[in-house]
């Protein structure tokens, strides 16, 4: 499985942004991965953004962007998407997309518990 995030960019506070992380491999269309958003800012921790079942019918979220940021996902596309909206300072990262198999929500922020990672897109809020 490999992944690919785009979408990333400079923005002023206040502004929207809205990452796409696609998928590819012969394994993804068939097995049932769930899929995540993490970040990173310098000097800080990996933080969970927003996660998504794979049938999207359940989505979870961070509390530092629930409100503001949704997660959804084109299976036919084998694609997830993240849309940023009301972005301020605190949100510039490196933005990277998981996916993770054997789903347990109870985990499901857990960086541990995603098999596969995408490189990461850099998001930068000016303000």
């Known amino acids: 499985v490999q992944l690919q995030a785009s979408g990333g960019g400079v923005v002023q506070a206040g502004g929207s942004l809205r990452l796409s992380c696609a998928a590819s491999?012969?394994?993804?269309?068939?097995?049932?991965?769930?899929m995540g958003w993490f970040r990173q800012a310098p000097g800080k921790v990996r933080e969970f953004v927003a996660a998504?079942?794979?049938?999207?019918?359940?989505?979870y979220y961070g509390d530092s962007v629930k409100g503001r940021f949704t997660i959804s996902r084109d299976r036919a596309q084998n694609t997830v998407y993240l849309q940023m909206n009301s972005l301020n300072p605190e949100d510039t990262a490196v933005y990277f997309c998981a996916a993770g198999s054997g789903f347990i929500q109870s985990t499901i922020a857990s960086s541990t518990r995603y098999d596969y990672w995408g490189q990461g897109t850099l998001v930068t809020v000016s303000s």
């Open positions: 998504i079942s794979w049938s999207g019918g359940n989505t």
């Open positions: 491999g012969r394994t993804f269309s068939r097995s049932r991965y769930f």
